[in-house]
């Protein structure tokens, strides 16, 4: 039982960790959107006190920048297995129902396809997340049991085997 604690202590903690490192890294790599953050935390929080959670909602820039970088370096670049709930064919692979997937969040992020993801780059002010989907999409409908992957998600070109 403290081995299972741990792991999940150090699991979070890691996640967290390699975001933050990610995305300090991309700022500094881009003085410009370092500069726009910088603006924001003095405009929103000022230079006499910390950053609290009750801010962050006000943080729009910087929530920006945390999600394009987790659009670029995600924690977990594959998604939690789900479960084929039919026959189908993808990328001219067979998949039986039934098959175990594992979706690379890492390519989907990245295809121009789907949203802007050619960029190597931070580029808040262009995260629109037009790579989510909208209300009323695929997306938003449940499978009956949170393993499994309804098809017509699973047909987007580049999910899989890519």
């Known amino acids: 039982m403290l081995r299972l604690l741990q792991g999940l202590i150090l699991a979070g903690t890691d996640t967290t960790t390699v975001t933050m490192t990610w995305a300090l890294s991309l700022l500094l790599n881009n003085r410009e959107a370092l500069k726009k953050a910088q603006q924001e935390l003095d405009l ?25 970088t987790m659009r670029l370096y995600p924690a977990a670049p594959l998604s939690l297995p789900h479960e084929s709930l039919e026959d189908c064919t993808l990328a001219g692979y067979h998949i039986p129902m039934g098959t175990r997937l594992l979706v690379n969040l890492s390519k989907i992020h990245r295809d121009p396809q789907i949203g802007d993801g050619s960029s190597q780059s931070i580029r808040p002010t262009s995260v629109t997340i037009s790579f989510l989907p909208s209300v009323g999409s695929w997306a938003m409908r449940r499978a009956p049991d949170p393993w499994q992957l309804p098809m017509k998600w699973a047909r987007l070109r580049s999910l899989m085997l890519g």
């Open 44 to 68: 929103q929080i000022g230079r006499d006190r910390l950053v609290m959670e009750s801010d962050v909602k006000n943080l729009l820039y910087l929530q920006a920048v945390i999600k394009e």
